[in-house]
């Protein structure tokens, strides 16, 4: 009976360090829009937090309690504390963003209805880099296809809407060196360096934020 008690106390125990270390990966601080800033426990797993059009998030004071929902209009800014550590921190900001890429057709789209939750992969003094995943669909004799890819955007200083300027794509697609010259027609200097091929087709291919600091570094306020 000893035996079986001893068994029952190693397995709960176990089962609290396990629960321990999970409760990490939910650890966030969230930034309100007033300036509040609190931590607590978000309701997604960090890994798991790779969703499109998000425009709220559930907080919880303790791990797995109950939550309390905040809109994208009550939040600036959500951090997953655990990976503040990281060379690449997880942080979300609530921000306006275009609800498409923009076209010859539409150069520049409207807003989403609300912000939504965006990563910020790029913070620079004249530009915010974020990325958002989207569903990308492959249509087949028979079958569709559907995977997450990445739409990428920029946020300068004196604009309150992000620029949808790229999606992910696995491949070069034809004429690349225009599209990109569309993408990035609001900045000269850009334009200039794809012209004189120092920004290549797969260079902006294999890492689409590499304009990012470009922007950033010749960005000339609006008059």
Known sequence: MKKYVFLLICLMAAISVHAEDNSKEYHVRLTKT???????YNN??????????????????EYQGPAIKYTSEEVKRLVFVESLSDSIPVVFDAVK???KRPTLFSKNPKPYKEPIFLRLVYDGNNVKGYAMPI?????????????YTWRYFYLTKDSDVAVAYWDDVDDIIPGMKKVMKFYLRE????????????????????????????IDKTYSPKE
Do not use: C
């Not at 087949?140 to 296809?145: A, G, I, L, N």
């Open 34 to 40: 007033d300036g509040t800033v609190f931590e607590g």
């Open 44 to 61: 997604t797993r960090l890994r798991n937090w790779l969703k499109p059009k998000v425009t709220s998030v559930s907080i919880s004071k």
């Open 97 to 99: 963003a275009q609800s």
């Open 135 to 147: 569903t990308d669909a492959t249509y087949v004799p028979s079958m569709t296809k559907v995977h």
């Open 187 to 214: 900045f000269p200097e850009l334009v200039e360096m794809v012209d004189k091929e120092e920004i290549t087709a797969r260079d902006f291919r294999d890492n689409p934020t590499i304009v990012l600091p470009l």
